[in-house]
């Protein structure tokens, strides 16, 4: 915890090792996680629609699930933060409007397991 999650659109020249790198930093830096708490993976989506026009645009997208206990302050910060990361790894394609968000979700505490195995 916390496990984030980044789509793009294929569109994007991501490089997805770099960008979950960064996003990874920026949630480490923010002092609410262990390093080895944190998990990231990246999804290109092939196909998409923004909008309803035939516009060249692009997005970007980083879901943060973590337990509760995060004050509103705490969560916009990491959000914040993590929108800069992003940001900070990409650009949008020449003629492209490219849309960056993300958001935090709670994963409930109650009936989240975890196992750490070494081998």
């Known amino acids: 915890m916390p ?11 991501l490089a997805p090792a770099a960008a979950l790198g960064a996003i990874n930093t920026a949630a480490f ?7 080895a ?22 997005f970007a997208h980083v879901r943060i699930a973590l337990l509760g206990g995060r004050s509103p302050e705490e969560r916009k910060a990491l ?9 900070a790894t990409l650009q949008a394609p020449p003629g492209h409007e490219l849309q960056l968000s993300v958001e935090t979700a709670d994963l409930d505490r109650a ?5 750490v195995v070494r081998g």
């Open 79 to 87: 959000a914040d933060a993590v929108l800069a990361a992003l940001s």
């Open 3 to 13: 496990h984030l999650t980044l789509e793009y659109t294929a569109n994007l020249a």
């Open 37 to 58: 708490d944190i998990k990231s993976r990246a999804y290109c989506v092939d196909d998409f629609r923004i909008g309803i026009q035939p516009l060249a645009r692009a």
């Open 111 to 115: 009936s989240y397991a975890k196992a």
């Open 29 to 35: 830096d923010s002092g609410l996680f262990g390093e």
